[in-house]
């Protein structure tokens, strides 16, 4: 083992790199608190430019991560004319599928490249904005929390879609129409509804759940001009991609698919557009299969260059953190103070603790269970 290779799976240096995660985030997040006091009721347009530019200044450390620490790369397919005059260039709706841990961090590596990073955003579970930092800038940045229940979360997702009408700059609408991570027992339990609904079943992907996407169909038409289609793969025979894995500094390679759809051309009545969702799904099954098969997705390869963007920001906040903290510590160990050093060790494991808490989000292990709504419990 190399020393570079020692160092990139060493704990303290993970512990190192979670303590500027965590405080930077703080940081932001007292920002972003401040603006949603002090500014936003004066001016919606220059809180959502505070809290995008404060999340953005967050998350490039976990793009920095991907591109930088673990040297991974991203491949992007799409057509000639979809590529030169739309991507990055105006806000979408996301329809991707959840298949990996990190499908997520590479999605937000190619926002980053195309600069809508700090203004994207997605449905999600309702809980996740109770996770420290993460968490929080969730919801400062206006993502879309779900309770699972379809009358409560339709008010939400119209009442939202509503409001991101004025919305200063492109973003992107980030939707998991499966609803919960791809695992074996989950697409059986799926396929076993495709089939008691008398709908194609599926191969790579879990039976889509259509009403989100009818929401977004109706409450966006006036000013989002697209969906994109996008499938992530990873090579075949290549290590499951984790952020565990990504954090010691192995290099992932994602191949990231994108097909844009006009908004005009998704239908607005129900059954309509869950047909369409249906026939988008299995049209991506396609596309799954055909990677699977030739180790490259069906379009041209559109390069997109990692920007130094993300190291310098994570040199910025390891500079204004790491310094300060090492002269802490120096000195702290100078002082001999038993009790003090005692405080030191208890926050290292509430660093670590923590950590831990925020990577079970993205483990799959964790994932909701399929078809699980609190519609279905009151039926049982």
Sequence with gaps: MGLVSAVKKSVVVHMLIAYIFLASGIICNIFQAAGYLLLRPYSLTAYRKLAAFFTN????????????????????????????????????????????????????TLCERLQVLGTSRALIKESVKYLPVV?????????LFLKRDYEEDKRTIVKQLKELRNYPDYFWLLLFCEGTRFTAEKHQK??????????????????????????????I?????????????????????????????????AHIYVRRIPTEEVPEEESACAEYCHELYRIKDKNFEYFEQNG????????????????????????????????????????????????VVLGGVLVSLLLQKMME??????GSSYGHTKDNNKKK
């Design 57 to 108: 200044m967050h998350w490039s450390q976990l793009v920095f991560l991907n591109e930088w620490w673990a040297g991974s790369e991203v491949t992007v397919y799409s057509s000639d004319e979809q590529w030169q005059e739309h991507f990055g260039k105006e806000t979408a709706v996301i329809v991707m599928n959840h298949h990996y841990e990190v499908d997520f961090l590479h999605g937000w």
């Design 135 to 143: 968490g929080w800038s969730m919801f400062f940045i206006e993502f």
């Design 190 to 219: 799926s396929m076993e509804v495709a089939r008691n609904k008398g709908v194609p079943e599926l191969k790579h992907h879990l039976l889509p759940r259509t009403r989100g996407f009818l929401l977004c169909a109706q409450g």
């Design 221 to 253: 038409r006036e000013y989002i001009p697209a969906f994109y289609d996008v499938e992530i793969h990873f090579p075949n025979g290549s290590p499951e991609p984790t952020l565990m894995g990504l954090l010691k500094g192995e290099a992932q390679h």
């Design 296 to 343: 490259v997705f069906p379009d041209k390869v559109r390069e997109i260059p990692r920007r130094p963007y993300t190291l310098l920001i994570f040199t910025f906040w390891s500079v204004l953190l790491v310094v300060p903290l090492m002269k802490y510590l120096v000195g702290l160990v100078l002082s001999g103070s038993t009790f003090m050093i005692a405080g």
């Design 361 to 366: 989000v993205t483990q799959i292990s964790k």
